[in-house]
């Protein structure tokens, strides 16, 4: 498949903000449709390319022209509604009326700016969802274990799985207020021997969730419904279809929160389903392989993206 990189917003401090565009190795004439992801992170963390290359694969192969991953301008040094969310809508915006054009120049794959899927993990998740606000929405909607419904008291109290987390010197804590401009790449929060807490941005994700502190953190003047997807279930706009995954052991995003996603929208009519995995934690995905059960999990949410738009 081929790769580039692209501009698709500057912002303050002349920093470029970048998007990763795989194309489909296949020449057709015909307009292919393009999935659009955003990264997980708690808006903290995390990066444009932490999308597996297997989904990428199994998006291709099942007919999309490109698949993109922006990043976006982390918090809490930029609030979620003017980093994350707007970059996220800038992004977005940019693969409907932009990359048409530059995958026609740069990799001879000829894509429809109307037909676009989103899809997300965790904090992506929400950013994949909140698209549903944009004038012109997405087909289809996949959203792994996003957060949603930032009214549960879950997100304003101490998280209990996270009691026994030292505490991290305050001086580590603080380089995080230094990143003036905001970073839009940060490490992944977890890895294979789990999460860095010798990385400032990591150990003060961690601190804020254990004290319930996160959310007035990244949205510190409150205005949680701009941010919060859970808003758009219940308007009387329309909304796209949405497939919802999530583990039944998630200790960070409460599965009851996924579920009261599908009941909402399904009371509306709009076609919606629930994968609950049993057991499973949050990022319950991560590593997974073609042929492992959590792959397959996620790659039948893409066969519903693929249905909506191919």
């Given at each position: 498949m081929a790769f580039k990189e692209y501009a698709y917003k500057e912002v303050g401090g002349g920093?470029?903000?970048?998007?990763?565009?795989?194309?489909?190795?296949?020449?057709?004439?015909?307009?292919?449709?393009?999935?659009?992801?955003?990264?997980?992170?708690s808006w903290v963390l995390g990066h444009k390319d932490m999308l597996s290359p297997d989904y990428v694969k199994e998006l291709l192969d099942l007919g999309f022209g490109a698949v993109v991953s922006p990043n976006y301008r982390l918090?809490?040094?930029?609030?979620?509604?003017?980093?994350?969310?707007?970059?996220?809508?800038?992004?977005?915006?940019w693969s409907q009326t932009k990359l048409p054009q530059l995958s026609a120049r740069d990799a001879n794959v000829h894509l429809n700016g109307n037909k676009v899927v989103t899809f997300g993990h965790s904090a992506g998740g929400s950013l994949a969802l909140l698209m549903a606000s944009m004038p012109q929405k997405p087909l289809a909607i996949l959203d792994v274990f996003g957060l949603k419904y930032f009214d549960d008291i879950s997100y304003s109290t101490p998280n209990p799985a996270w009691a026994k987390l030292p505490d991290f010197n305050q001086t580590l804590l603080d380089k995080i207020k230094e990143e003036v401009p905001p970073p839009s790449s940060a490490p992944a929060p977890g890895g294979p021997n789990g999460p860095d807490f010798t990385h400032h941005r990591i150990a003060w994700l961690f601190t804020s969730l254990k004290k319930g502190t996160?959310?007035?953190?990244v949205a510190?003047?409150?205005?949680?419904?701009?941010?919060?997807?859970?808003?758009?279930?219940?308007?009387?706009?329309?909304?796209?279809?949405?497939?919802?995954?999530?583990?039944?052991?998630?200790?960070?995003?409460?599965?009851?929160?996924?579920?009261?996603?599908?009941?909402?929208?399904?009371?509306?009519?709009?076609?919606?389903?629930?994968?609950?995995?049993?057991?499973?934690?949050?990022?319950?995905?991560?590593?997974?392989?073609?042929g492992d059960h959590k792959y397959e999990i996620v790659a039948k949410g893409f066969k519903f993206l693929a249905d909506y738009a191919i």
């Open positions: 920093e470029s903000l970048l998007a990763s565009v795989w194309y489909s190795p296949e020449v057709s004439e015909t307009e292919k449709p393009i999935a659009h992801y955003f990264h997980g992170g918090a809490p040094t930029i609030s979620a509604l003017d980093g994350p969310v707007q970059d996220a809508k800038d992004s977005y915006l996160w959310l007035k953190s510190p003047n409150e205005d949680y419904d701009s941010i919060d997807p859970g808003k758009l279930f219940s308007s009387s706009s329309p909304f796209p279809p949405t497939y919802f995954i999530h583990g039944s052991a998630d200790n960070l995003v409460d599965v009851k929160l996924s579920e009261r996603a599908f009941e909402a929208l399904k009371k509306r009519g709009v076609d919606t389903e629930l994968v609950i995995e049993e057991g499973a934690p949050h990022g319950f995905d991560a590593g997974a392989k073609p």
